[in-house]
């Protein structure tokens, strides 16, 4: 069946403006993830969803970093005002709930570049 | 918060086993133990998952001594194609911390050689 896909593959913008990063998760995959994930390191959690609810926003940087998923399917990751130290791999994976949520599926990410 | 640490690098030749060891010495009562293993330029997949003694499946087996303290991905007869960084996670994502688990950390970057 179809895995997490992610939109744009690869998006250049440049400093200060907005972007949009789309997220669809596996059909019936309760929980999201979202990661962010420099060159040569391990992915940085970000937040996370169980069906709509945000549950874990923690690892967001900092207040022009926001996500949702309003219907408890596709999640949208906004970053406001970019920067160039925004720049980096974001991630996102799905899973389902309870024990099973420790097997992620893993999407192709979204390169973004800020120049 | 279970903090882990693992080599940070491994060399292999094909055919043999290898045993990536995690260490997790604050490891709580209701964390388990994730490994997932990632290629260039892909997303990170799943391998395993346990919680103690032994579990096994078609990929990889996880030894997770009666302390839980650490815990060994065993990879048998690895190929070339099992080159690849694994990352060790530990802990309780069905709480509401969850965040605080999903930590990959730098990984152990495995090169297998011919």
């Known amino acids: 069946g179809a895995g997490v896909s992610q939109s744009p593959r690869y998006k250049v913008t440049k400093r200060g403006q907005d972007v949009a990063l789309r997220c669809d998760p596996i059909?019936?995959?309760?929980?999201l993830y979202w990661y962010r994930q420099a060159l040569g390191q391990g992915p940085e959690f970000l937040t996370y969803?169980?069906?709509?609810?945000?549950?874990?926003k923690s690892g967001l940087p900092n207040d022009r970093f926001s996500a949702e998923r309003p219907e408890g399917s596709i999640s949208t990751l906004t970053i406001q005002r970019t920067e160039q130290r925004d720049s980096a791999m974001y991630r996102c994976?799905?899973?389902?709930?309870?024990?099973?949520?420790?097997?992620?599926?893993f999407g192709p990410g979204t390169r973004l570049t800020v120049t | 918060l279970a903090k882990t640490t693992q080599p940070i690098s491994m060399d292999s030749y094909e055919g043999q086993e290898v045993n990536i060891t995690c260490s997790h010495n604050n490891i709580a009562t209701n964390d388990y133990i994730t490994w997932y293993q990632q290629f260039p330029s892909q997303g990170p997949r799943f391998i395993i998952q346990g919680y103690k003694t032994k579990v096994t499946n078609e990929v990889a087996s996880l030894f997770i001594p009666a302390d839980r303290k650490s815990s060994t991905l065993s990879l048998p007869r690895v190929s070339l194609s099992d080159t690849a960084v694994y990352y060790c996670?530990?802990?309780?994502?069905?709480?509401?911390?969850?965040?605080?688990?999903?930590?990959f950390g730098g990984g152990t970057r495995l090169m297998v050689k011919p």
């Open positions: 996670l530990v802990g309780d994502i069905r709480g509401n911390n969850a965040g605080n688990m999903l930590t």
């Open positions: 969803f169980n069906y709509e609810a945000q549950q874990d």
């Open positions: 059909s019936g995959h309760v929980s």
């Open positions: 994976a799905s899973s389902l709930a309870g024990e099973e949520a420790y097997e992620q599926y």
